[in-house]
Structures are given as structure tokens and as C-alpha cells.
């Protein structure tokens, strides 16, 4: 990617686990932990990674809730 590409990290969490504001807790908690590790062991620039979270979700992949417990990484558009 250009060094000048942003990116977006979006946490989620199943919504058959837990409470709405438990899932919307942990989802934001997934994205800023990516985003962390990104800057902190990577040396990604914390002005090229922007940060957003969906809470608890329906199954998004394979009919499994515990793939939805993820973080996903898209480019932006600019």
C-alpha cells in the first residue's frame, strides 16, 4: 500500500453472547487493540489507521457465532 493509504478497523462481537453494551464495549475494545499493535509493534502511523466497532452482531460467516468475534481491516477510500 502507497505510504500514504488509510485504513479502517472495525471490531464486532456476536450478539449471542452477552449484553448490547457488553458487545458494544468489547467490539470497540477489538478495533483499538488491533489499532494498537499496529502503531506499537509495526510502526504503522497512528494518522493512517482509523477506528470504528458494530457491537454484537448476527452470524456473519459460516453459521458460526465465534467468527464473528473479529476485526476487520478495510482500505479507505480517500
Same mark, same amino acid.
Given at each position: $500500500? ?6 479502517? @478497523?472495525? %471490531?464486532? $462481537?456476536?450478539?449471542?453472547? %452477552?449484553?448490547?453494551? %457488553? /458487545?458494544? @464495549? ?13 502503531? /506499537?509493534?509495526? %510502526? ?14 448476527? /452470524?456473519?460467516?459460516? +453459521? ?7 476485526? @476487520? @481491516?478495510?482500505?479507505? +477510500?480517500?
Amino acid at each position: $500500500a502507497p505510504a500514504e493509504a488509510k485504513f479502517l @478497523i472495525v %471490531g464486532y $462481537a456476536d450478539k449471542a453472547t %452477552g449484553s448490547a453494551a %457488553g /458487545n458494544e @464495549i468489547l467490539s470497540r475494545k477489538r478495533a483499538e487493540s488491533v489499532r494498537e499493535c499496529l502503531v /506499537n509493534e509495526f %510502526g504503522v502511523p497512528l494518522s493512517r489507521l482509523d477506528v470504528s466497532w458494530k457491537g454484537g452482531v448476527g /452470524n456473519m460467516f459460516y +453459521d458460526d457465532p465465534a467468527l464473528s468475534r473479529v476485526v @476487520i @481491516i478495510t482500505p479507505k +477510500d480517500k
